[in-house]
């Protein structure tokens, strides 16, 4: 039973180009969530989806970041037009449905960009 | 809004001594509490929980916590550290109330270091 995949786990982007960042969740898990870890600091909360459904993105930088879950394929963290200060490691994590607010989440390794 | 502290940054432990990892939390309703475990590179590790019920939690690893409702702590604890605990562990709550962020609030993080 595969862990959360995430990929590509490094990326490198220009001042200005797109970074594209894709989870897939543990298998039989329907919410995905999406943190950034920078240096010497905890992680953020960014994110929360279901399938095709936006939850709460109450952590998302208003202009620049995006997140979709659609009902095939990976979860996926867009960053337009990316600067130096989102060079930082983003996590996704799963978990199951109907588990409640108790539930663990399951981590993926990250991916970390780098923005030069 | 939830919070939470970690009032370490780093903590050294002697191998086969027991070990403290301190933690605060803030919420305006009942929380739920959790500790995860951070390895160079890669993602984080569940370790244990706390919903209800006995104030002694015990997790992964050997690993235990005590939840303390009047000093609003969630302190984790080992009675014997070993070399391999060397790592970084996170402090996270979620407030039951809802208002907070749906996904979790995570401490700064406590750098572990167990010395031979």
New interface residues.
Partial sequence: NAGVMQNPRHLVRRRGQEARLRCSPMKGHSHVYWYRQLPEEGLKFMVYLQKENIIDESGMPKERFSAEFPKEGPSILRIQQVVRGDSAAYFCASSPPGTGVGSPLHFGNGTRLTVT | AQS?A?PEDQVNVAEGNPLTVKCTYSVSGNP?L?W?VQYP??????LL?Y?TGDNLVKGSYGFEAEFNKSQTSFHLKKPSALVSDSALY?CAV?D?SGGG?????????THLIIQP
């Fill in positions: 939470v970690q739920y959790f995860y590179n890669r993602g984080l590790q569940f929980k919903i996170f979620r039951l962020a749906d996904g979790l609030t995570f401490g700064k993080g």
